[in-house]
């Protein structure tokens, strides 16, 4: 059973870069079976998806914040990671990382507010 | 992006009715729809995946079913814990996207 665990700064500032690490415990990271994402929901609102990731390290992200998005991984720690440059406080949101042969497991999501 | 919409966006139910929520996609997906149930302040949960296969530990009251761009989630005999808010997610093509949900309350 896979666990995931988000961990990173709750408060940004505006214009600085969010950076958030999923730490996967209970199975590899680098399983061929299984890809790696992203989610986030802002207060009150739905799940935005944010970008894949696969063992093979290929990437697919938001078009809408492709721009800005980057998603990797280090399998040395069996953790993935989520860079968000330039955020805004639109850029305030729950944020969920989650994986599986769909998104089977997730993790239990931390709050990031973007703010001066 | 392919575009999934739910409908109704929001429904008021008694335990023990039999609840259909539908979602539809902007062109065609096969199979590729996943349903999620999401509780105040959790993270979301899977409850279906390929558009009708039940995830593990999920009761057998849940059910899925279509393809192509028309499906639904079907909740045969509702419980006090399903009260929550579903999401259909498609994964047949990048970006995945979301529906907007349908959150399911007590009547």
């Known amino acids: 059973q896979l666990q995931l665990q988000e961990s990173g700064p709750g408060l940004v500032k505006p214009s600085e870069t969010l950076s958030l690490t999923c730490t996967v415990s209970?199975?590899?990271?680098?399983?061929?079976?299984?890809?790696w994402g992203w989610i986030r929901q802002p207060p009150g609102k739905g799940l935005e998806w944010i970008g894949s990731?696969?063992?093979?390290?290929?990437?697919y992200y938001n078009p809408s914040l492709k721009s800005r998005v980057t998603i990797s991984v280090d399998t040395s720690k069996n953790q993935f990671s989520l860079k968000l440059s330039s955020v805004t406080a639109a850029d305030t949101a729950v944020y969920y990382c989650a994986g599986g042969r769909v998104l089977d497991y997730w993790g239990q999501g931390t709050l990031v507010t973007v703010s001066s | 992006a392919i575009r999934m919409t739910q409908s109704p966006s929001s429904l008021s139910a008694s335990t023990g009715d039999r609840v259909t929520i539908t979602c539809r996609a902007s062109q065609g997906i096969s199979s590729y729809l996943a349903w999620y149930q999401q509780k105040p302040g959790k993270a979301p949960k899977l409850l279906i995946y390929?558009?009708?296969t039940l995830q593990s530990g999920v009761p057998s009251r849940f059910s899925g079913s279509g393809s192509g761009t028309d499906f639904t989630l079907t909740i045969s005999c509702l419980q006090s814990e399903d009260f929550a808010t579903y999401y259909c997610q498609q994964y047949y093509s990048y970006p995945r996207t979301f529906g907007q949900g349908t959150k399911l309350e007590i009547k």
């Open positions: 209970g199975g590899s990271i680098s399983s061929s079976s299984y890809y």
């Open positions: 390929a558009a009708s």
């Open positions: 990731i696969y063992y093979s390290g290929s990437t």
